[in-house]
């Protein structure tokens, strides 16, 4: 008899590629992957692994039980789907994973409606790595929250076997201290006039890099004098300390520290936040009911962020 688990192993090495990086990912010791994976060789009676001393890799046998493998737990997620649809009782664990702007933005808000469903439980974590359609993927989390800056809807690309539900746009803002000069709304907000003020910027790779690149691109790039710094919270707070300005999602404002005014804009890039959710998942009761309470979420987050305008100042 394979275990599932060891199945889901399996096919979470043929993604990355090594035992060390699958380790990583999943939160094992290398040695307890190496370990189950050998196992599942025993298990099934055949070399799985190809193992040398620069690493592992699937023999031909491992890669057809890695194509079976999907198709496997594909049917037993889609047979506990029915099942659990036909309890019609939300039950079991509900597992999400978030970018940390969207964590802080919408947990408050899923805590409340999901509280009242005694049999079910919610596990929401933050990633700061743009992994969250891969962990829905390999079935380590139920459903995850993740931007796209393109504005081409994901799920007809490469993710199409995925159900993509649009929850908000988020657009760039402007986030400056009070008493700052462009905290004024009747100052317009010109960005090759604005190049000479100390910006503070996310590092490259943090998602809301893309959107500042984006701002700027207009005006030829970045300035050359820039801040950069790691998390919007920490961005947020030195401007709220007069330490420069920044361009960042309005999302970020969700929690952020007094003392700052936050303006639209005229063209503000934005982002699009979707909720990612294998289509067998959303069978369930309990995955149906969490993904009710994050589109209300996001309506209320988006009323929130409503005010800021091209000349309005944001939410305090």
């Not at 008899?1 to 889901?8: A, F, I, P, S, Y």
């Not at 982002?271 to 969490?290: D, G, K």
Request: proline share 7%.
């Amino acid at each position: 008899m394979l275990d599932l688990r060891r199945l889901q192993l399996l096919r979470e090495f043929s993604t990355r590629g090594t035992i060390a990086a699958t380790a990583h990912a999943l939160g094992y010791t290398p040695s307890a992957v190496s370990q189950q994976l050998a196992t599942l060789e025993r298990e099934t009676g055949v070399a799985l692994l190809d193992r040398s001393p620069r690493g592992a890799e699937l023999t031909d046998a491992g890669q057809l039980l890695v194509n079976q493998a999907e198709e496997i737990l594909a049917l037993v997620e889609a047979a506990e789907s029915v099942l659990a649809e036909q309890s019609n009782i939300a039950l079991g664990v509900v597992t999400v994973t978030a970018f940390p702007t969207a964590a802080v933005a919408f947990a408050p808000l899923l805590a409340p409606p999901l509280r009242g469903y005694e049999g079910m439980q919610l596990v929401l974590r933050q990633t700061l790595l743009a992994t969250g359609t891969q962990k829905v993927r390999s079935r380590e989390v139920d459903i995850a929250l993740v931007d796209d800056w393109t504005g081409q809807h994901p799920g007809r690309g490469p993710d199409s076997g995925l159900r993509h539900v649009h929850l908000l746009r988020d657009p760039m803002v402007l986030a400056v201290p009070e008493g700052h000069r462009l905290a004024d709304p009747e100052v317009p907000l010109v960005l090759d006039q604005m190049l000479g003020e100390s910006w503070i910027v996310a590092p490259e790779g943090e998602r809301s890099r893309h959107g500042t690149e984006k701002l700027f691109a207009e005006v030829g790039g970045l300035p050359a004098a820039t801040w950069e710094f790691e998390g919007l919270g920490t961005i947020l707070s030195l401007v709220s300390r007069g330490i420069g300005i920044a361009a960042v999602p309005a999302l970020a404002m969700v929690g952020a520290p007094a003392g700052l005014v936050y303006r639209r804009f005229p063209s503000s890039p934005e982002r699009h936040v979707y909720a990612v959710l294998r289509p067998a998942s959303l069978r369930r009761p309990a995955v149906q009911v969490t993904l009710s309470a994050l589109r209300d979420a996001a309506r209320s987050v988006e009323r929130e962020l409503s005010p800021v305008s091209p000349r309005v100042q944001g939410p305090r």
